[in-house]
């Protein structure tokens, strides 16, 4: 990728950073909760070394295409309360962003979703205009399909899979993949 996203930037309320690996234990408490989890096909985080292993991923997103998932963190007491950005795969033959976001149970309800997801989309449309961002939810998570409407990705059915909606920005976009 051409550009590379900031790995530390603020929100109005709101720290994103990149994870480090000493972040295992906030990690693991998020998607290793069931609450969180309801609707990840793989189901919960099983162990910490699993959390080791998914942070050296996205550190590795990062290294590799200059923009991963952040950390969302509480700047008032430096609590971990979710995990948000996007990250380059290859899904139907092209190179998209696919907006993530998890976050711990307590934060919910407090537009914290929404307002780390909407700032990520704006950074990848501004920075990596080539790339068409999307979410893959499951039909029955209504509160992510309305954090992805927030966000500003559109309602995309043509783009359906038989176990997710697709809420997508720039699918139009005549990609050159290098």
Not at 72 to 96: M, N, Q
Not at 114 to 132: C, D, H, M, T, Y
Not at 149 to 168: I, M, N, Q, Y
Request: hydrophobic share 40%; net charge positive.
């Amino acid at each position: 990728m051409d550009r590379k996203l900031a790995e530390h930037v603020k929100t109005d309320r709101l720290l994103l950073r990149k994870p480090r690996v000493e972040d295992a234990g906030d990690v693991f408490a998020i998607e290793s909760d069931p609450e969180t989890n309801r609707f990840r096909p793989a189901g919960p985080m099983k162990s910490m070394e699993e959390a080791i292993e998914t942070i050296k991923e996205w550190r590795d997103n990062w290294s590799a295409d200059g923009c991963g998932y952040w950390l969302v963190v509480l700047p008032e007491t430096d609590e971990v309360i979710g995990i948000t950005g996007i990250r380059r795969i290859y899904w139907r033959k092209r190179d998209v962003l696919n907006l993530y976001y998890r976050f711990s149970p307590k934060a919910w309800g407090k537009g914290y979703a929404a307002e780390a997801a909407a700032f990520s989309v704006k950074v990848a449309r501004k920075n990596l205009p080539g790339f068409p961002v999307l979410a893959r939810i499951r039909p029955i998570n209504t509160p992510s399909q309305k954090v992805a409407e927030k966000s500003g990705l559109k309602r995309r059915p043509d783009l359906d899979t038989a176990g997710h909606k697709v809420f997508a920005l720039g699918w139009e976009i005549d990609m050159v993949n290098g």
